[in-house]
């Protein structure tokens, strides 16, 4: 199973941030998926989730702000989030969980430049 997440890398303040994550060894439908971070200093922080229903939640720093997406044919989900701050900087993770069973993508740098 393999978790490839892209999209990170340098954003400026106030910019839009999109990360997609592409997934091969499963099949995609039968997860709930996730979007988490892990800030400086901090730990590992759920910033959305879409389960198989499709039905997304959002961490109260992300609510209004960030979009979660999946495609389930095409193995992929996708993280949109604007207004970008100091604040966003961290390793962006994805995850696909089933019961007890959970697959993390190795991590993607961001880095929100002010």
């Known amino acids: 199973v393999q978790l490839q997440a892209s999209g990170g890398g340098l954003v400026q303040a106030g910019g839009t941030l999109i990360l997609s994550c592409r997934v091969s060894g499963i099949s995609l439908s039968q997860y709930n998926m996730g979007w988490y971070r892990q800030t400086p200093g901090n730990q590992r922080e759920m910033v959305a989730t879409i389960n198989r229903g499709y039905d997304p939640k959002y961490s109260d720093f992300a609510q209004g702000r960030a979009a979660i997406t999946r495609d389930n044919p095409a193995n992929t989900m996708v993280l949109r989030m604007v207004g970008l701050s100091s604040e966003d900087t961290g390793v962006y993770y994805c995850?696909?969980?089933?019961?007890?069973?959970?697959?993390w993508g190795q991590g993607t740098q961001v880095t929100v430049s002010s």
């Open positions: 995850n696909a969980q089933l019961r007890q069973t959970n697959y």
